[in-house]
């Protein structure tokens, strides 16, 4: 299970996982820890957009929608 | 003094209303300064205090991200409210609390209002009011149902209490370790600054540094505080060596764990989670096929309501103004012996007639406001964004500029204004600058009467070519400018919350609707008496010599003829090199359905609706018929709504439903023969052959699609993006419907 580097955006909705860092850098990356993205926090894909993308992640009880190009900046572990 | 009180929260949780509910009608609203972002200040009375209630706008944090953000830290940073009223959505505790964690660094007092306990409860949350205020030190908690103004009393209360009683210790997330000692170190050199400790709480301002905080650093670097930022790098560094994670990444996580902590103890979640109606709805409007549909059928709704919903008011209020007012108004200065003055002439024609052509915007901006308050208040707006975000990002653009876009078809006024749901302010600027390619309502009568005159029966071809070319226009600039102004910036990040779909309270809306069309009307008019003005006057002074005198001088002699003779050349090349087409023009900026009643004014003389002489009535008369007019614009409004259903229907194929029609109204037919055949004669002289007056016409045509939106739009293009950006949007439009127009007649004129 234990796979190396997942990221986000290469979950399926349904799918669950846990935030083990943010990549990227900056503003993008400051928000993201903000909106509750920090070590250890669950996060639930539910389902992606009409067109595929954004996607609609669930997150501290919340809905969070990221486009690809913010969730590949999620390593998680499944 | 009054006791100034901020009221801070993140976005979507009903802080508008608790403020609305404490302040009532005791509210100013104005701009930040230098900001196009609202200011909402209002007064409460809280025993003998006389509190001031300054609504901040909607923040997840304190970081310098967003203007809101900024706005929101300058003001708790420096000018220090009494306490901070912290609104909480008591269904997304942990995100929320985020806020209130910054706050509470900041040394300002804080009440909690845990608002939406409602929809918590319906979750299955259970919150411990009462040991959420014991863990946090004792600060006040008091829980609010926002929609229905129940805990307001209590909240008044914890006001009062906290101003008259400040609490002396406040519960702060704890920093350890590495990151807690750096911490402390850095706040202690802070403290040695007398400079900075006037500005700044320094353990604030500590891990700011530490969080590498952009507007921070910058404004130290400004006051030339190198040592400080030196040992906040060599501080970050070592954080970075003991821990190999950044301190930005360490903080963040320790307040999330300060909150997670608290959140635990007082937070009984159900061992199951409970689908609610809000994800039901979800499951609906953000369905993988349904999805776009909605989409497309909200939107046409939004354009159903701005155009023709709010078409029998625009009627009325032109009516009154430009029909009773202005007869009023010319009747009383007869009476006062100033009657076919000078002075008459420009009270009438220049600063009622420009008067009325703001007034006429509101009926269309109140209707506009209604839906863009109803969609984002219910949280729809988000859906949409997310529905759409695809197909924008294509453009450089955001999910939600697609609803301005889409509002631009109907007028590019509250296009314009539509934007304020952007939050980043690259994507409003951008919205709002493609937004005036979406050919208007105002444009389409110059169409038609073109298209009948030079087309017959293919008129519908021109009307339906150019509201392509507009839309093809407005992709083309938006990846002329993605590839060049925007070039190697990276988009604006989409992390975008979906709020949780909830019923608009009607005060809100009612609230929203009149506070933005008070704003227009104050900004607009402005700009608008101004350029109403200067065009009468060129109308009233001869241009030439011997040709009249001031206020009495044939069209074709004034100033304005002159001058739009001068500026005609400029047009040749696109064929309409006439002083009539340019004066159009020229007049076409006040509104561009102007275009069609100048021309009419100087082919045929007089205006064929001014030809109809009645009887004058009398004042009671006059009064009765406004009343009336007015009873009538509503039942039409009400028709129109209804009509809402069959057209939308329609819109099936092979669907033809009746619409309603309360008054038996026909559709006036005006006759334009004498107009057209005078602008066949007067292309084809300016083209040089029939064949190329055609296509003269539609160069013309795009031109009066492409160029400057009329002046209310500019306006509102003025207040919303400043100076600087709509002298460029002038200029840009100007230039490429120059372009454009003389791109067709020239390749067209290969082809003939």
């Known amino acids: 299970m234990n796979e190396e580097n997942v990221t986000l955006d290469q979950l399926n909705p349904g799918q669950s996982a846990q935030v083990k860092k943010i990549h990227g850098q900056g503003a993008v990356r400051r928000r993201l820890m903000e909106m509750g993205l920090t070590r250890g926090v669950q996060i639930d894909v539910v389902k992606a957009s009409p067109l595929g993308d954004p996607v609609d992640y669930l997150v501290r009880g919340y809905h969070l929608s990221l486009r690809k190009a913010e969730a590949q900046l999620i390593e998680v572990i499944i | 003094m009054t006791v100034m009180i901020a009221l801070a929260g993140n976005p979507n949780v009903g802080k508008s209303t608790i403020f609305n509910a404490l302040t009532g009608s005791r509210q100013h609203v104005g701009n930040w300064p230098g ?101 946090m030190g004792g600060i006040p908690v008091v829980e609010t149902v926002g929609n229905r103004s129940l805990g307001l009393e209590p909240l008044k209360q914890a006001i009062k209490q906290v101003t008259e009683n400040p609490p002396l210790a406040l519960p702060q997330a704890q920093y350890d370790g590495v990151l807690g000692a750096e911490m402390a170190a850095l706040a202690a050199q802070i403290t040695q600054n007398p400079v900075l400790v006037a500005h700044y709480q320094p353990r604030w301002l500590a891990t700011k540094l530490l969080e590498n905080d952009e507007a921070i650093v910058e404004a130290l670097e400004a006051q030339g505080e190198t040592e400080l930022l030196a040992a906040a790098a060599a501080a970050q560094a070592r954080i970075e060596d003991a821990t190999e994670d950044d301190a930005e990444t360490l903080i963040a996580d320790q ?133 759409m975000d695809r197909v924008m990002r294509w453009m450089g653009l955001h999910g939600k500029s697609f609803l301005p876009l889409i509002v631009g078809f109907g007028c590019t006024v509250p296009a314009v204004y539509a934007t304020r749901t952007l939050e980043n302010e690259k994507d409003r600027k951008l919205t709002g600058f493609l937004a005036t390619f979406m050919s ?189 007019g007015f009873g009538e614009a509503a039942v039409l409004t009400v028709q129109e709504l209804l009509n809402i259903a069959p057209r939308t229907i329609n819109l099936l194929p092979g669907v033809t439903l009746p619409t309603f029609n309360f008054f038996g109204i026909e559709e006036e037919v005006v006759d334009n023969t004498r107009l057209e055949a005078a602008l066949i004669g007067s292309f084809e002289r300016s083209a040089g ?14 031109f009066v699609l492409l160029y400057v939106p009329c002046m209310v739009a500019v306006a509102a293009m003025r207040q919303e993006f400043g100076n600087r950006w709509t002298l460029a949007q002038v200029g840009y439009t100007l230039a490429v419907a120059w372009i454009a127009a003389v791109l067709v007649f020239q390749v067209g004129k290969l082809f003939i």
């Open chain 2, 35 to 135: 900001k196009t972002v609202e200011k909402k200040e209002g007064r409460l009375r809280v025993g003998d205090e006389e509190i001031l209630l300054v609504d901040l706008p909607g923040a997840y944090s304190l970081t310098a991200y967003s203007i809101e953000e900024i706005i929101t830290r300058d003001f708790i940073v420096h000018e220090r409210p009494t306490a901070v009223v912290a609104v909480v959505d008591a269904s997304n505790l942990e995100r929320n609390l985020y806020l209130v964690a910054q706050v509470l660094e900041l040394e300002t007092p804080v009440i909690i209002v845990l608002n939406m306990t409602d929809v918590a409860s319906n979750r299955g949350l259970k919150i411990d009011a009462a040991q959420l205020s014991r863990r």
């Open chain 2, 255 to 387: 307040r999330y764990t300060f909150i997670g902590d608290l959140v635990a103890s007082v937070l009984e979640r159900p061992s199951t989670s409970i689908l609610t109606t809000s994800d039901k709805i979800d499951e609906i409007v953000t369905h993988r096929i349904w999805g776009l549909p909605i989409f497309l059928l909200m939107m046409w709704l939004v354009f159903q309501f701005t155009s023709n919903v709010s078409a029998p008011f625009l009627d009325w209020v032109d009516g009154f103004v430009n029909g009773t007012i202005y007869g009023w108004a010319g009747a009383l200065l007869t009476a006062v012996g100033l009657g076919d003055t000078w002075f008459a002439a420009l009270l009438t024609d220049g600063i009622i007639a420009g008067v009325g052509g703001v007034l006429v915007f509101v009926p269309v901006l109140l209707f506009l406001y209604m839906a863009l308050a109803v969609l984002e208040d219910s949280g729809y707006m988000a859906r949409a964004a997310f529905v």
């Open chain 2, 689 to 702: 052959s029939a064949a190329l007056g055609a296509l003269a016409a539609v160069a013309f045509n795009v």
């Open chain 2, 440 to 628: 208007c309502g105002a444009r389409l009568p110059v169409y038609v009467v073109f298209g009948a005159a030079f087309f017959g029966t293919a008129s519908g071809n021109l009307i339906f070519s150019m509201y392509l070319v507009g839309i093809a226009v407005a992709l083309a600039t938006g990846f002329a400018l993605k590839y060049t102004v925007y070039k190697g910036q990276q988009p604006a990040p989409f992390v975008m919350e979906l709020p949780p779909y909830r019923l608009p309270r009607p005060l809100d809306v009612w609230r929203q609707m009149w506070e933005r069309v008070q704003g227009f009307l104050i900004k607009a008019s402005t700009v608008i008496l101004a350029v109403s003005t200067v065009l009468w006057l060129m109308m009233a002074v001869p241009g030439r010599a011997n040709a009249g005198s001031f206020n009495d001088v044939a069209a074709e002699d004034s100033l304005f003829a002159v001058l739009s003779g001068a500026v005609s050349p400029i047009f040749q090349p696109a064929g309409f090199g006439s002083w009539e087409a340019s004066g159009s023009l020229i007049t076409g900026f006040m509104a561009k359905e102007v275009i069609v009643g100048t021309m009419s004014q100087i082919f045929v003389g007089e205006e064929v609706a001014a030809a109809e002489v009645t009887e004058p009535a009398s004042f009671g008369e006059q009064v009765g018929e406004a009343v009336l």
